[in-house]
């Protein structure tokens, strides 16, 4: 696990997160009006992961259930991804439900039945999990409830992970849905992270062969003041710096809520701020598929041209591993 952690963390590369549901997958298809059929999410997957070049900046992809079943060029997914030099990993939790007795607030579903889930796919080739819980910001929320559930849970899905011989990323994920201020999404992030810690080494889980995927600290969407990068650079590292240990080797950011060019601006701030007491790197979602699907659009003639879009982000934020990236990079 510790070869994994360290090869997932190698300079200039971070993860591509490719992990999304049938639902969530399905509502970016029908925007486009492509039919997320098996066969589509397939082809689209397979466009991202033959990418010319991939493996320079990415280290890891984060598959979803269906995927990590399917084949490409004649071999299973993840098969196929180790020999360009990408290393196989998996989400394993089954999405989120209404925490009851709580309104308005989530915890993470997945428990039963994950000690077997994660010895198939280890079987099948991943060497890395991830489990994400989601944090409500608003009147009252979040609240000590709903941290302390996700936080359980996240801690049992991570020693559950080490004990089949996989790296766990932990995803405690507080969300910019709402009016909530940068100090407030400041103080969730920051309880959130705290009760997760002290989870994670009550269940005696290895830090050290551990990942944290966290949201950077934005304000909410409604939020009639939206922070400038600095002082999102500054909220995030100071929050950081009060909640996650020294023994975590990375946090390797989502991108939920940001533009493509934000996500890559705000991780290169910070790293040019470094050194940290963890590596920063990245673990994105939309902010590196954004482009590469409307480029596509489900049409065949467009696959270069898509694919030409997944390496030019992935390059921008390889250079934003280590604070080498200037906006004017950007096309």
């Known amino acids: 696990m510790e070869s994994t952690v360290t090869a997932l963390l190698a300079p200039g590369k971070g993860l591509l997160a490719a992990d999304e549901s049938l639902k969530t997958i399905g509502k970016r298809f029908e925007a486009l009006k492509i039919a997320s059929t098996e066969e589509n999410r397939r082809a689209y997957r397979e466009l991202l992961f033959t990418t010319h070049g991939l493996a320079r900046h990415i280290s890891g992809a984060i598959l979803f259930d269906e995927t990590i079943r399917q084949k490409m060029e004649g071999a299973l997914i993840p098969g196929a991804l180790a020999a360009m030099g990408i290393i196989p990993g998996i989400k394993v939790d089954k999405g989120t439900a209404d925490l009851p007795g709580f309104a308005g607030e989530k915890f993470t ?88 810690y002290d989870e994670l080494q009550r269940q005696g889980v290895r830090l050290e062969e551990t990942l944290l995927k966290p949201n950077m600290v934005l304000p909410g969407y409604g939020c009639p003041v939206q922070d400038s990068d600095d002082s999102i650079t500054s909220h995030t590292l100071t929050c950081l710096r009060q909640t996650v240990p020294a023994a975590v080797p990375g946090i390797v950011f989502l991108s939920g809520g940001q533009t493509d060019e934000q996500a890559t601006a705000r991780l290169n701030a910070m790293n040019a701020l470094g050194p940290h007491p963890w590596q920063l790197s990245f673990s994105y979602g939309r902010a590196l598929q954004g482009p590469v699907l409307r480029t596509w659009a489900g049409r065949e003639e467009n696959a270069a041209a898509a694919q030409e879009e997944l390496a030019y982000r992935a390059h921008l934020n390889g250079l934003a591993r280590n604070g080498s990236y200037t906006t004017d990079m950007e096309r």
């Open 109 to 196: 579903q997945g428990l039963d039945g994950l000690r077997d889930r994660l010895a198939e796919y280890r079987d099948l080739g991943a060497r890395f999990t991830k489990w994400r819980a989601v944090i409500a910001v608003g009147a009252g929320l979040p609240t000590p409830a709903c941290i302390g559930a996700n936080a359980r849970a996240l801690a049992l899905f991570a020693a559950l992970s080490q004990e089949a011989g996989l790296v766990p990323i932990v995803e405690p994920e507080v969300l910019m849905d709402g009016e909530h201020t940068i100090q407030e999404s400041f103080f969730a992030t920051k309880r959130a992270l705290l009760a997760l």
